[in-house]
Nanobody, 121 residues
Framework: QVRLVESGGGLVQAGGSLRLSCAASGRTFSRTAMAWFRQAQGKEREFVAAIRWSGGTIGYADSVKGRFTISRDNAKNTVALQMYSLKAEDTAVYFC??????????????WGQGTQVTVSS
């Protein structure tokens, strides 16, 4: 089993940046893909970015390409999401997930509790 805890969310002005971090515990972390999803109020959970256990990027949502970067450190059991040029539409609860990999929530077995990102315009 993998336990995930996100941190780093907060309030930021449009154009600013934030770095989200997800700390994982569990012996299988290094063998799983990791992803970030987000869910805005009243909307479906949507894919943001994912990375293979090897460190290779699986992909990014079109809406964040060129602005967000996903990375992982298997030695520290962490995965990060660096976000630049934030927009009001990036406002959402951001979730870290662990699983087989892919761009849909069903591809992931374990989820964190989420961290709120609010971008003021």
């Amino acid at each position: 089993q993998v336990r995930l805890v996100e941190s780093g969310g907060g309030l930021v002005q449009a154009g600013g940046s934030l770095r989200l971090s997800c700390a994982a515990s569990g012996r299988t972390f290094s063998r799983t893909a990791m992803a970030w999803f987000r869910q805005a109020q009243g909307k479906e959970r949507e894919f943001v970015a994912a990375i293979r256990w090897s460190g290779g990027t699986i992909g990014y949502a079109d809406s964040v390409k060129g602005r967000f970067t996903i990375s992982r450190d298997n030695a520290k059991n962490t995965v990060a999401l660096q976000m630049y040029s934030l927009k009001a539409e990036d406002t959402a609860v951001y979730f870290c997930a662990s699983g087989a990999g892919g761009t849909t929530p069903s591809s992931y077995d374990y989820w964190g509790q989420g961290t709120q990102v609010t971008v003021s315009s």
